[in-house]
């Protein structure tokens, strides 16, 4: 290991909102791309929080209310094509894997979002909800991840048991309140493009959109 990267081996980005520019939740800018149902999504989000819901529940709803809006791969695709990546970001993610880090996702979002704008980008693990597309293109299902929202914690005590280490040599780097749980559970947590007084709260530093290229010396 390269003795820079030896205090935070891994380092684990939250993705939409932080790598990614343009949406703060993918599945947000989705269902409004693709006009889907309000209400029912409205009733979703509800049920999942009052607790009446699974999230895998919450999940296929979610895909649901795709298909029948009528998205799909390509459609999707070119959504994803009006997306930027947040400035530096590639830059960063390079800088970081050259000092020795180990690089994860963990996010509520989408693979296809991570194969489609970070393809470049070798992560070592990735914690990520799924979708499947069959042969025409069309959305046939998909797996969800067991790692959002307070689940991200879970996430990070997973990838720092591969990795053999503890959470307290693991950095985090997110932008909202669904990250509180695994910033409060990294041994350092980097509050970026910031839209969470709470995340804030817990964090132990904090850069703006355009410093992301300030993360890696931060770790030293």
């Known amino acids: 290991m390269n003795d820079r990267a030896s205090r935070y081996p891994l380092v684990c980005f939250d993705l939409d909102g932080t790598l990614i520019d343009d949406t703060i939740f993918i599945w947000k800018t989705l269902h409004e791309h693709f006009a889907t149902d309000a209400v029912k999504r409205k009733n979703a989000h509800r049920d999942y929080f009052a607790g009446r819901i699974a999230y895998r529940e919450w999940f296929e709803c979610d895909l649901d209310l795709l298909i029948a809006a009528g998205a799909t791969r390509d459609r999707i695709f070119d959504l994803l094509?009006?997306?930027?990546?947040?400035?530096?970001?590639?830059?960063?993610l390079n800088e970081?894997?050259?000092?020795?880090?180990?690089?994860?996702?963990?996010?509520?979002?989408?693979?296809?979002?991570?194969?489609?704008?970070?393809?470049?980008?070798?992560?070592?693990?990735?914690?990520?909800?799924?979708?499947?597309?069959?042969?025409?293109?069309r959305i046939s299902g998909g797996t969800?991840?067991?790692?959002?929202?307070?689940?991200?914690?879970?996430?990070?005590?997973?990838?720092?048991?591969?990795e053999?280490?503890?959470?307290?040599?693991?950095a985090f780097v997110g932008d909202n309140s669904n990250d509180v749980w695994i910033a409060k559970k990294a041994g350092l947590a980097i509050a970026f493009n910031c839209k969470s007084e709470e995340l804030r709260a817990v964090c132990d530093r904090e850069v703006t959109a355009d410093e992301m290229r300030l993360i890696p010396d931060m770790l030293t």
Not at 164 to 170: K, P, Y
Request: glycine fraction near 8%.
């Open 81 to 92: 094509d009006d997306l930027r990546l947040m400035p530096f970001a590639i830059e960063t």
């Open 96 to 137: 970081l894997r050259k000092r020795g880090h180990k690089l994860a996702i963990i996010s509520g979002s989408l693979d296809i979002v991570v194969d489609h704008l970070l393809g470049e980008i070798e992560f070592d693990h990735v914690l990520i909800n799924h979708i499947e597309f069959d042969s025409d293109g």
């Open 164 to 170: 053999g280490i503890s959470t307290s040599r693991a």
């Open 144 to 162: 969800p991840t067991p790692y959002d929202l307070e689940g991200k914690a879970d996430g990070l005590v997973e990838l720092c048991r591969r």
